[in-house]
């Protein structure tokens, strides 16, 4: 419960919407009440009068009228509030989850796997974003429903009022309360096993063919299948602890109708109480249970958004892998100096040792060698993104350790491999290196990536819509795009890691070639397999054992 009291802040942003959609949601369970309260009124007096031409039927029959409209038009309102209060909650959820994640990637703990981390951004905060509408809405409209009915009964039916009090409160408090202490284990078990679900789909998916080509699919399907198998059953055990709870509260419905009855004809034999009033107090009573049953089905969900706020929030307080200083000085310009380096995410074996580099104001290094030889962890350690276990890394002579992570990333662009291109505009792309820029500084990135004619064939320009992944674009389109958005950004020092990844040999001669160009007057460390092109970089590097050797341009 901690854990999801710790959301309030961000509910409390939307209170007022959540304050509206809860009305309605009285309104229409209070209209629906009193609308078959007035309905068993008003057809068991027209049953039982004598002097059929005398009774109105004009007035009873508007107001059942009037309270279906109430009814209809309360129930849209509470679910178009509701669902705008539930996305705008999603909107705020994801970008309170996603600062705080920024300053701590690299994740710094081992155990989160990649699907586990999909689980949490995803499923688990959907069902943070809907506790609203699925569980303290109707826990606080049943509430409310179940007094008003008590207070009622009180008056009209004093005898009655107890009983159906004990019948409410128990299916309010008790059978939630029960219900809760089970969920809550049950919800943890299906938000886990739903999680290892995606774990294992995403797994088999990202490693498919290592697995073909191990002969390992078969092996792979029962795991999934295994995994498939224990989230059925979690759902089942839900399912039922659910069914066995709604059982409980039909039950006391029942009692409660029963109770009422009882005391109804009781007072009716005794002339306190008319017939079309008992018919309509039952029927008042049957239909306020309406939101005993929403609130039952609200606590099943309630244990699975309990469980859920506690996997969100350990995401959201681990400790960071990399802190600034407490007393950060400023960055300044110039050199940037590697000195006897050593890293590795297991310090027994470092991937780097005792590794050495300059690289001067305006100079193109590029640094080739196998995969896993080191090249993308040395290009993290210059981002910082991790810190070296042995040496330093200086810019200007200050070590980047004693200087804010966004001082240091401001003289640091980098493009990965993996640099995507986002869902939006071409502008929206290029807007993210650097977000201040003109139209002109837009066009004149595009130019040096020479990718700008071919936006200007576009009807938009600038607006083109790139589609998701910038499905729209070419793979070398979609290089070059990216290519503009970090030209783009003010840095002193342009970082690429395997920047030709998927293009073929022309389009990454031609790449790299312009890419000399391009980054005119900025320092350049572009780690490759690729073959580079004469004139490209000024110096080519082997990262070989641990250790960055210098290799002639002519064999480059």
């Not at 796997?113 to 999909?118: A, M, N, Q, S, Y």
């Not at 640094?367 to 810019?395: C, F």
Request: aromatic letters at 6%; proline letters at 4%.
């Amino acid at each position: 419960m901690t854990a999801l009291l710790s959301f309030w802040p961000l509910f409390r942003q939307h209170v007022g919407r959540m304050g509206l959609a809860l009305t309605l949601s009285v309104l229409t369970l209070a209209a629906g009440v009193a609308l078959l309260w007035v309905s068993g009124w008003f057809l068991t007096a027209a049953a039982l009068t004598t002097a059929a031409a005398s009774f109105n039927l004009f007035g009873p029959s508007s107001l059942i009228r009037g309270l279906s409209l109430v009814r209809i038009l309360s129930r849209y309102g509470e679910r178009l509030v509701g669902h705008d209060a539930t996305l705008r909650l999603l909107s705020a959820l994801r970008g309170w989850l996603f600062a705080r994640l920024f300053p701590r990637i690299p994740l710094p703990s081992r155990d989160l796997r990649h699907g586990d981390l999909v689980s949490r951004l995803t499923a688990d905060v959907d069902t943070l974003d809907t506790v609203f509408l699925t569980a303290f809405g109707p826990i606080l409209t049943a509430l409310l429903i179940g007094t008003a009915m008590t207070a009622g009964l009180f008056v009209l039916l004093p005898a009655a009022a107890p009983i159906y009090a004990t019948a409410i409160i128990l299916a309010l408090a008790g059978v939630p309360a029960v219900l809760i202490l089970f969920s809550h284990r049950l919800g943890a078990d299906l938000v886990e096993a739903s999680a290892a679900l995606r774990i294992a789909m995403l797994d088999r998916i990202d490693g498919h063919a290592d697995l073909v080509a191990f002969g390992a699919v078969a092996a792979a399907r029962q795991e999934f299948e295994a995994a498939a198998r224990r989230l059925a059953r979690a759902r089942r055990r839900s399912a039922r602890a659910g069914l066995a709870a709604a059982a409980a509260v039909q039950l006391l419905a029942g009692l409660a109708l029963v109770g009422v009855l009882w005391c109804g004809i009781d007072a009716l034999g005794r002339a306190e109480i008319g017939g079309p009033l008992l018919v309509g107090l039952l029927l008042a009573v049957l239909a306020s249970f309406e939101a005993t049953a929403m609130l039952v089905r609200s606590v099943a969900k309630f244990g699975a958004a309990l469980a859920a706020a506690e996997r969100v929030r350990a995401i959201a307080q681990m400790a960071p892998a990399i802190n600034d200083p407490q007393r950060p000085v400023t960055l300044p310009g110039g050199t940037l100096a590697v000195n006897r380096v050593t890293f590795g995410f297991d310090p027994a074996r470092p991937v780097l040792r005792d590794l050495s580099l300059t690289i001067a104001a305006g100079e193109r290094v590029a640094i080739v060698g196998e995969s896993g030889s080191g090249k993308s962890t040395l290009l993290a350690l210059l981002l910082r993104l991790h810190d070296p276990q042995a040496g330093s890394i200086a810019m200007g002579g200050t070590d980047i350790r004693t200087v804010r992570q966004a001082d240091l990333h401001a003289r640091i662009a980098l493009l990965s491999q993996s640099s995507p291109v986002f869902l939006g505009s071409v502008r929206d792309n290029l807007l993210i290196g650097r977000p201040e820029a003109s139209d002109a500084e837009l066009w004149s990135a595009l130019e040096a990536a020479r990718i700008a004619d071919f936006i200007r064939s576009l009807p938009e320009g600038l607006d083109a819509f790139v589609g998701e992944a910038g499905r729209t674009l070419s793979v070398g389109q979609a290089r070059r795009l990216c290519l503009a958005r970090v030209l783009l950004s003010p840095a002193e020092i342009l970082v690429f890691d395997e920047p030709t990844t998927g293009l073929d040999r022309t389009m990454e001669a031609d790449f790299l070639a312009d890419l000399a160009v391009a980054a005119k007057g900025r320092s350049v460390i572009l780690a490759t397999h690729a073959e580079i092109p004469a004139g490209a970089c000024d110096r080519v590097l082997t990262l070989a054992d641990g250790r960055l050797v210098p290799m002639s341009l002519a064999g480059g």
